[in-house]
């Protein structure tokens, strides 16, 4: 049976395990030790709801757009639960080349550790970071929430000794 604690911050309550790893939550911030990074959050993200596989889901309160309520999630998912095949491999060009091979935009990050990548349709915009080993999160939301998954996507720093590419 998992040990339940709470945890406060930044004025949220939020149950979480002792086993999950989503270590750093509220308050304008997400981050993960495990993974290795710290991410800033829009501060009209105030809802988050943590699964047991670290994956999250932040909602903001709804906004009216062209007449119609307007819902705004930005899900994060940890890379390693969504594309488990990197975990243990360390090779910066085969990650790079298996995105360009699927049609994904590679973007530029302040850390050059970060593989940064993205693609978008006509509803959804998603970003992939990665520094290696499956290391890494993989952030999609709505279109219309694009400006909030790129301020997170480019907050992104790592932990110290993060990076595992070779």
């Known amino acids: ?6 945890v406060l911050m930044g004025g949220l ?9 989503v270590s750093r939550v509220g308050g304008g ?9 710290i991410a800033s959050l829009s501060p009209d993200y105030t809802r988050y709801y943590i699964a047991a596989d670290d994956d999250v889901r932040m ?15 930005i899900m994060v998912f940890m890379l390693k639960n969504e594309q488990p095949q990197w975990v243990g491999r360390t090779d910066r060009l085969e990650f790079q080349n ?14 050059p550790c970060v593989e ?11 970003r992939v970071l990665s520094w290696g080993d499956g290391r890494g999160i993989i952030v999609t939301s709505a279109i219309a929430q694009y400006e ?5 996507a480019n907050s992104t720093t790592l932990d110290p000794g993060a990076c595992s590419w070779k």
């Open 98 to 111: 298996h995105f360009f091979g699927l049609g994904w935009q590679a973007l530029r990050h302040s850390d």
């Open 13 to 21: 309550l939020l149950w979480a395990s002792a086993a999950w790893s």
């Open 148 to 152: 909030d998954v790129k301020a997170m």
């Open 29 to 37: 911030i997400l981050g993960n030790e495990e993974v290795g990074f």
């Open 59 to 73: 909602d903001a309160s709804p906004v009216f757009n062209n007449g119609r309520l307007q819902s705004r999630t």
């Open 116 to 126: 940064h990548f993205e693609k978008i349709n006509s509803s959804t915009v998603t």
């Open 1 to 6: 049976m998992k040990r339940l604690k709470l």
